[in-house]
């Protein structure tokens, strides 16, 4: 060794020459800062690009400044739902690595919402409900979106609406549900009942509920909340609507509401339904799960309930009755916005195009069972929940539940009004009137 040596650097004696310099001098300033410190918490050496090559070692990376940084605001729904968006969140920052994104989980988030929206930093994007959207842009809080994410976004028409206002997008849903006829398997069988289908209507329920109804075990046919959306698709049922198409003029105080509101209330007063604190439950999706109710109309929310609280359920899920002028039911939406007052419109824009691409919604299909808003995704809800094909093919017949939050005085009325109508203290025709009068003082103002 040491000849050659020799002979590579010649006579002289000296065992360094420039070239060796530039080859060995790293490594060995390495192995003696290692000897000192036993190689512990070593910043790892400078390594010339000539020497990629040669030794197989690749430059560190100088990760990107952060040069954008967005808040994404939301409600705290689960803790599935709540790990999701860090996760998908966190993959967006994989893939727009100079952009940070904090996610805010806010309590009470209707009311923080429009205080942040009303500040001077409010969040870039937030989540909503379409609900809520027609006061939101009203207050100016919300900007429109750009024409290109609302054509990738793969929406129906349906849904496409209850994101516009006046004509502009103001937001993007990514998922809906729909109200459907759950029915306990087990109850209609003790019964000899045949399970509910889509040749169902109103009477056909009211017999059912009357003939799975045993007053001495506690069980009713129906649980019926006395709550305005789960009454509205017999008011649609029946031909009726709340207001004019402009959402000008209450239309509720008409025969065919009264119609629809005597047959969901009588259900009650006849014994064959009841509403979910009669059986000592909190919600009619309870009533379902411990078999206090045999049928119950809720939304593809409640499948992730049952699956946790009542795995051993045997149910299934029907269209609801017809009425006598047709078939209805709601279609809920959960949409993304941008703040008006944002800074980062075209990163906010961004994200949104992230949450609502194929792939992030083909991610969501596990975690509430709730519809993907995208057209082309459909199929691949069907293949993951076969049972409850009812939920989809609701959305042919929709009517969206989308008023505002200033008609919210119109909702909590008629919550009530149904539950004095329960109690036999008012008139189904004293409730319309009531109803009438107040939401014409809101829509006027």
């Known amino acids: 060794m040491l000849p ?42 400078f390594w010339p690009d000539w020497t990629v090559g040669l030794w197989g070692i690749a430059p560190t990376p100088t990760p990107l400044p952060i040069t954008t940084k967005l808040r994404f605001a939301t409600w705290s729904s689960s803790v599935q739902v709540d790990d999701h968006f860090r996760r998908r969140l966190t993959l967006y920052q994989e893939t727009a690595p ?24 409010p969040p870039d994007v937030i989540h909503i409900n379409a609900f809520a959207l027609p006061d939101l842009v009203q207050r100016a809080l919300l900007m429109p979106l750009p024409e290109s994410l609302v054509a990738r976004a793969e929406l129906s ?4 609406g209850m994101g516009e206002v006046d004509g502009k997008t103001y937001c993007i849903p990514h998922e809906t549900q729909t109200l459907a006829l759950l029915y306990n398997r087990t ?6 009942l045949a399970y509910p289908t889509a040749d169902w209507n109103w009477e056909t329920l009211r017999t059912a509920a ?39 003029t209450m239309t509720i105080n008409r025969p065919e509401a009264l119609t629809a509101l005597q047959f969901y209330t009588n259900l ?60 209805a039911t709601l279609v809920f939406a959960n949409c993304y916005a941008i703040a008006a007052n944002t800074p980062e419109r075209e990163a906010a824009a961004n994200l949104i195009a992230f949450l609502t691409s194929a792939e992030s919604q083909r991610s969501w299909l596990p975690v509430t069972a709730a519809l ?61 009137i009531e109803a009438e009068t107040i939401g014409n003082e809101k829509l006027q103002k």
Not at 101 to 118: C, H
Not at 157 to 160: F, I, N, V, W, Y
Not at 187 to 192: K, R
Request: with cysteine.
């Open 4 to 45: 050659l040596l020799h002979r590579r650097f010649g006579s002289s004696g000296r065992f360094w020459d420039r070239g060796a310099s530039l080859f060995l001098f790293p490594f060995l300033l390495s192995l003696l800062l290692c000897l000192f410190t036993a190689c512990q918490s070593l910043p790892r050496p």
């Open 268 to 327: 009650v007063l006849d014994g064959m339904a009841a509403p979910p604190a009669t059986m000592g439950n909190r919600w009619s999706g309870e009533s379902l799960a411990q078999g206090h109710a045999a049928m119950a109309i809720e939304g593809n929310w409640i499948i992730p309930y049952l699956a946790e609280q009542a795995p051993t359920l045997s149910y299934g899920v029907a269209p609801l009755p017809t009425g006598p002028v047709d078939r």
């Open 98 to 121: 100079d952009t940070q994104v904090e996610l805010l989980l806010l309590p009470d988030y209707s009311t923080r919402l429009r205080t942040l929206l009303e500040s001077n930093t």
């Open 157 to 160: 028409p349906l849904l496409q």
């Open 372 to 432: 993907p808003a995208r057209t082309d995704l459909y199929d691949a809800w069907l293949l993951a929940y076969p049972t409850q094909t009812a939920f989809g093919e609701g959305l042919a017949y929709a009517y969206p539940w989308r008023f505002g939050d200033t008609f919210q005085p119109v909702v909590a009325q008629m919550n009530d009004a149904i539950q004095r109508i329960y109690g036999g203290f008012i008139l189904a025709d004293s409730a319309l």
């Open 210 to 248: 009357q003939q799975l109804t045993d007053a001495s075990a506690g069980r009713y046919g129906l649980v019926l909340s006395a709550d305005f959306s789960r009454w509205l698709p017999f008011l649609y049922g029946a031909g009726g609507s709340v207001t004019d198409p402009d959402q000008t």
């Open 187 to 192: 109850l209609f069988d003790a019964a000899q």
